[in-house]
Every structure is written in C-alpha cells, then in structure tokens.
DNA sequence: CAAGGACCCTGTTTGC
DNA sequence: TGCAAACAGGGTCCTT
C-alpha cells in the first residue's frame, strides 16, 4: 500500500537510476493505466527521444519532468511498485510488468501492478498545475507549507480524524498504515471528531505526523504485501508499526490488546487505553 | 457538507 | 483437504 513513504523512497531511487535518461521505446498492454484511452498506443510515439529531467512527488503521486515540457505522473494505488533493470541489477520477479520504459543505454524502468490499480497520465506542458486542482489535492503533510496552523484548518470539520487523515483533499500522503500509527503515536482516538479536538491534540498529530512519516522514509517503507524498492528489495517500517495489523497484539506502552474496528471503510487499529 | 456504497482488480485469507 | 466466498485497500463517483 503505496503511502507518502513508499513513495517518497521511489522517487529518491528512480531519481539515482534513471535522472538525465534518453527513453529509446515504450510499450504497454495494459489499457487501465491510462485513463485517457488513445494514450496506450500512443505511448510509445509520446516518450520515445524524451529526456527525464527531473523527478518529484506530491503526496502519493509521482511527478517526472520531461524534456519535451510534458510530464509523466503516476500513481501506484494498492498493488503498484516501479523496478529498475540494469546490468547489474536484474530483479528475478518481474511479474505483472504495465508499463516498460527501455532507455539508451538499455536500462529499463518497469511499472508493476498486480491488481491494475494503478494509473499513469501524460500531460502537457504547463497541464499539471489544473491536473491537481481538479482533484483538489492538499498540501503534501512533510512539504513546507504543511504548518501547524493548515492542520488546524484542515482538521477542524465534522467527520471522525482518520477519514480526514486518510482524505487527500484535506492532507496528502498519507494512507492507511501511517494514519493509524500517527493517531497511536498522538494518543487520539481514531473516531474522534476532527473539530472536537483541541490545539494541544493537533500539535500531537503534527508532530507524530513528521516522526512516523520521517521514520517510515528511512525504513525505506513498508513491505506489507506488494511494496518492493525500484531495486526489488523490501523496506522494513513493517517491522516498526505498532498497532497496524495488530489486533490482539499488546500496545507496546501500555500492554492493552490492540482493538480493530472500521472507520471509513477503513480497517482501523489502535489502543483504546492510550488512545482518548 | 457528510456518510455510505459501488466499482475497479486479483492474491490471500477465511469459513464451511 | 478443498473450494468458494470474503477481504484487503486508494481513489473516484454516485446516491442518500
């Protein structure tokens, strides 16, 4: 489950592998992807002489910037991981490959999806400025411009606080394993009402916010199930979560068996000790 | 605006 | 043990 994390160690991958790379062809068959249907066969007419510039992110999407002006954005969903094929590295498990990119020097960037979630646009010079506006994208919660006063904001509305973490409009990036293990580290109950909560509960969540994403990025991830490094390699913040996916298990301060429960459709896990 | 459901997908887990 | 049904979940869209 690709979050702000896995994303962010894409990004920092790719941008080592494949930055300044010439694309010699491009190929897909897997007509999902695009949600603009005349790009699959299009796809290899768009890239192929493009140049990748550079590579960014804004919550869980994935920005490459393109000689040409245009700009590759992908999303890898539930099951999505990109892989990097080199001499040196030739990853065994290359299965469900959506998208081959081969480059000059015959490096190859993979996108791999096991359950077609996943979804890659090409836009247009200047076109990615709109492309976020329409889906009202929020500030990314370790950019900058994510301050404790946005949070305030953001937060401060009806519904519980794990929908609103989980709600990309309101904060970008983060997902289901992050918005549980933030909301144990900030001791908030995960069916709190945003608006409910107080300024002191909101400097909670900002900071827990920044150490849990911050720790999930230097874990290189989380590996739960599908989640692979551009390299093949797993991350390890599975190893570290403490209450995702561990019902029944004890809350690592209070010894509490972790409870699960559904908030907005969403299994949930947390210590209903700690957690107020 | 909020809440809930359907949908997209398929590997894995659960239940009989 | 074996099989079918349920589940998992990010995002979008639709209805209530």
């Known amino acids: 489950m690709p979050e702000l ?26 007509h999902q992807l695009f949600e603009n249907k005349s790009i699959l066969d299009a796809i290899n007419t768009l890239l192929t002489g493009d140049i990748i510039k550079s590579i960014d992110r804004h919550g869980k999407y994935l920005i490459f910037d393109l000689q040409s002006g245009r700009t590759l954005v992908a999303h890898m969903k539930m099951t999505g ?26 490096t190859k960037l993979l996108f791999s999806d096991a359950r077609k979630f996943g979804r890659i646009w ?5 076109e990615l400025e709109s492309f976020f506006a329409k889906r009202n994208l929020a500030h990314d919660a370790v950019s900058k411009l994510c301050t404790k006063g946005y949070l305030y904001t953001q937060l401060s509305k009806k519904r519980a606080i794990k929908a609103l973490l989980l709600d990309q409009t309101c904060i970008a990036g983060i997902g289901n394993i992050y918005s549980d293990e933030i909301l144990w580290a900030a001791r908030i109950h995960p069916q709190r009402k945003g608006r409910d909560l107080v300024r002191k509960e909101i400097d909670a969540i900002f900071r827990a916010m920044g150490d849990i994403l911050k720790e999930g990025i230097r874990a290189g991830g989380s590996s739960m199930r599908d989640y692979r490094r551009p390299d093949g390699s797993s991350g390890y913040f599975q190893t570290k979560r403490r209450v995702y996916q561990r019902e029944g298990e004890p809350c690592p301060r209070c010894k509490t ?5 559904v908030v907005a459709q969403r299994g949930t896990h947390f210590c209903s ?4």
Do not use: M, W
């Open 257 to 261: 068996p972790i409870q699960r429960v």
């Open 81 to 106: 991981h990109f892989l990097v094929i080199n001499k040196k590295l030739n990853i065994k498990n290359q299965n469900y490959v959506r998208l081959e990119i081969v480059f000059a020097d015959n």
């Open 122 to 126: 090409i836009l247009a010079d200047g």
């Open 5 to 30: 994390p896995e994303v962010e160690t894409t990004v920092r991958a790719l941008r080592r592998a494949v930055l300044g790379k010439k694309i010699k062809s491009a190929n897909s068959e897997t």
């Open 273 to 276: 000790k700690c957690q107020k």
